[in-house]
């Protein structure tokens, strides 16, 4: 099972949006609708921020979205704030009980 | 709330076996899976495999089978890791993490993690 495909870094300024895409494959990503989103702080464990696609748990904020388009998820971070600062993963069921991880995004708030 | 606290660090040489607990609190232990994820230095996150609380029963990532173990005691909410035939590249923190409610098959995924456990491989 290969790793999901995240792009290593993406950077946007206080208040603006960005998208971070996770492209997997007919098997994993683009057979199943239940990709994760979880985000990690430095020395940190990782924090669940999207469900099922596009679900938020409770008390995450809004400003947080989920979506998918065939083989490819995408999370949306809105109004960037400083704290958004932080390692961004993916994770997709792929059958069978497994789960395959992306390659993780660096998000860097300039 | 729920918490899962995960045993201390390791260090172990080439060639040996570690064994990382995870203890569950705040919630029925046998009514979710637990799963396992591991992190080397630097490097992203990598899925090991799971464990049915309820069941015992297990699924391995397939770069992991033969050499990982997954068990649990019900009677102490614990779940248990144990790594065989240890490399230096298995020098990484080794982290539980619940998975979903066993009836739903679908849902909250990976929504609390232990504090991990560094585990360190070297001659």
């Known amino acids: 099972q290969s790793a999901l495909t995240q792009p290593a870094s993406v950077s946007g300024s206080p208040g603006q949006s960005i998208t971070i895409s996770c492209t997997g494959t007919s098997s994993d990503v683009g057979s199943y609708n239940l990709v994760s989103w979880y985000q990690q702080h430095p020395g940190k464990a990782p924090k669940l921020m999207i469900y099922?696609?596009?679900k938020r748990p409770s008390g995450v904020s809004n400003r947080f979205s989920g979506s998918k388009s065939g083989n490819t998820a995408s999370l949306t971070i809105s109004g960037l704030q400083a704290e958004d600062e932080a390692d961004y993963y993916c994770?997709?069921?792929?059958?069978?009980?497994?789960?395959?991880f992306g390659g993780g995004t660096k998000l860097t708030v300039l | 709330q729920v918490q899962l606290v995960q045993s201390g660090a390791e260090v172990k040489k080439p060639g040996a076996s570690v064994k990382v607990s995870c203890k569950a609190s705040?919630?029925?232990?046998?009514?979710?899976?637990m799963h396992w994820v591991r992190q080397a230095p630097g490097q992203g996150l990598e899925w090991m495999g799971r464990?049915?609380?309820?069941?015992?029963?297990?699924n391995y990532a397939q770069k992991f089978q033969g050499r990982v173990t997954m068990t649990r005691d019900t009677s102490i909410s614990t779940a248990y890791m144990e790594l065989s035939r240890l490399r230096s590249d298995d020098t990484a923190v080794y982290y539980c993490?619940?998975?979903?409610?066993?009836?739903?098959?679908?849902?909250?995924?990976?929504?609390?993690w232990g504090q991990g456990t560094l585990v360190t491989v070297s001659s």
């Open positions: 705040g919630y029925t232990f046998t009514g979710y899976y």
């Open positions: 099922e696609g596009s």
């Open positions: 464990i049915n609380p309820n069941s015992g029963g297990t």
């Open positions: 994770c997709s069921y792929a059958g069978s009980s497994s789960r395959v």
């Open positions: 993490a619940r998975g979903w409610e066993l009836l739903a098959q679908k849902g909250l995924d990976f929504d609390y």
